[in-house]
């Protein structure tokens, strides 16, 4: 299995840029398609992104699309989502995510196996 630790949150203005890590442990995240969601206090848990092994293709939430990136390092040991021109509504808990490859991106939590503890991020207006 492996061990997920997000890093990177912090309070931002609004229109500024974060980008937050997930570092991988216990195993390759060359094995997994990786995700990442945000939860909003009183709001369920929404998918942001996903990152997936075959084709290194990306698919993002209609409220990341233009403006959030995914991407991984060389070592394939760290996922990253770059996130510009912040609004006030980014504000949440953002947790990366880690499922068994797959030929299709998925955006219910529930796929998802691994999970961080999250990193909290604040856009203040």
């Known amino acids: 299995q492996v061990q997920l630790v997000e890093s990177g949150g912090g309070l931002v203005q609004a229109g500024g840029s974060l980008r937050l890590s997930c570092a991988a442990s216990?195993?390759?995240?060359?094995?997994?398609?990786m995700a990442w969601f945000r939860q909003a206090p009183g709001k369920e848990r929404e998918f942001v992104g996903a990152w997936i092994q075959r084709g290194g293709r990306t698919n993002y939430a209609d409220s990341a699309k233009g403006r959030f990136t995914i991407s991984r390092d060389n070592a394939k040991t760290t996922v990253y989502l770059q996130m510009r021109s912040l609004k006030p509504e980014d504000t949440a808990v953002y947790y990366c995510a880690a499922a068994y490859q797959s030929s299709y991106f998925h955006t219910d939590s529930n796929w998802y196996m691994y999970w961080g503890q999250g990193t909290q991020v604040t856009v203040s207006s």
């Open positions: 216990g195993r390759a995240l060359s094995s997994y398609d």
